[in-house]
């Protein structure tokens, strides 16, 4: 029966999910998958178990199209609970819990607002880096020893949005492997307290927003230049090798070829070109 639920031609699909709390990416997009009814799928960005909001899912060809898609900058909502300390940053693994001293929100603000441009970092242990194959949270949890190597994360902006203590909550926009948790440690450290994050949503991925699992067409969010063709629509779609003629811009670089119902992506390398991915169904 299990099968049956799969024996469909593979289908296009674009959108964005809400992973909620407490479980894995994977774990959720299998979740996806049986929805749809479709097995052939993947996820852009993992958010770890802890985190919730925005995840990427793409089903059949649209599974190809994650590095090409334009993803960044991440916002992310977060909440520092202070006087909590937990060995994974978050409530996940706490340690303790300690009255914390009341803050000047004057001074909340500042440092909030100073949160910004590239800043070093370790990453969490209890996070989705991958450290010899495996997630950094799985070999956390399973008490291996291990160290993080030193990132750099970029912060484009960061907001204060509210102070109810013991509860600080901000929102960061931020480049491709930032670590929030780590960010809501600087801080804390800034301010001279400690804290864990207790709440932590990604709100968005460039311009991926949740809106209730619409589908999405992926010409509006890939972040490559259109190139016009003048040759055959037939040529492309059976893959032949496109002359550089039929071209109107010449120069080195990725473009799109779009028709009305496929569109293929290709690569000018010095004056050859070649298919990057060709005959993706619209």
């Known amino acids: 029966m299990q099968k049956r639920l799969y024996d469909k031609e593979p289908l296009n699909k674009l959108l964005v ?3 909620p709390i407490f479980i894995s990416s ?7 998958k049986r929805k749809y009814k479709n097995k052939k799928a993947g996820f852009s960005g993992t958010l770890d178990p802890f985190a919730c909001g925005c995840l990427i899912v ?58 910004i441009g590239e800043i070093e970092y370790i990453p969490p242990k209890f996070s989705a880096k991958k450290i010899d194959g495996k997630r950094a949270y799985d070999l956390a949890r399973e008490g291996v ?56 949503e990604r709100k968005n991925e460039g311009k991926f927003f949740f809106e209730n699992e619409k589908d999405l067409n992926p010409l509006d969010y890939l972040d490559i230049p ?18 550089l003629d039929y071209l109107e811009n010449k120069s080195d670089g990725k473009y799109l070829i779009v028709f009305d119902d496929f569109f293929s992506i290709i690569e000018i390398c010095e004056n050859e070109v070649n298919y990057l991915l060709n005959k993706i169904t619209l």
């Open 17 to 19: 999910v809400k992973k």
């Open 58 to 115: 793409a089903f059949g060809q649209y599974s190809k199209l994650f590095k090409y898609l334009s993803k960044t900058p991440k916002t992310y909502k977060a909440v520092i609970w202070l006087g909590v300390q937990s060995e994974s940053l978050d409530i996940e693994n706490v340690n303790s819990i300690n009255e914390a001293k009341r803050l000047d929100i004057d001074l909340i603000k500042k440092e909030i607002k100073n949160l």
């Open 145 to 200: 020893e291990f160290e993080m190597k030193k990132s750099i994360m970029n912060i484009i902006d960061s907001k204060f949005i509210q102070y109810n203590h013991p509860f600080i909550t901000f929102e960061s926009s931020v480049s491709e492997g930032s670590y929030i948790r780590s960010l809501a440690q600087i801080l804390c450290e800034r301010l001279d307290t400690v804290g864990t994050l207790s709440y932590l």
């Open 226 to 243: 259109v190139n016009k063709y003048t040759g055959t629509k037939e040529w492309l779609y059976n893959g032949k090798k496109i002359s």
């Open 26 to 32: 994977n774990t959720y997009l299998n979740k996806i």
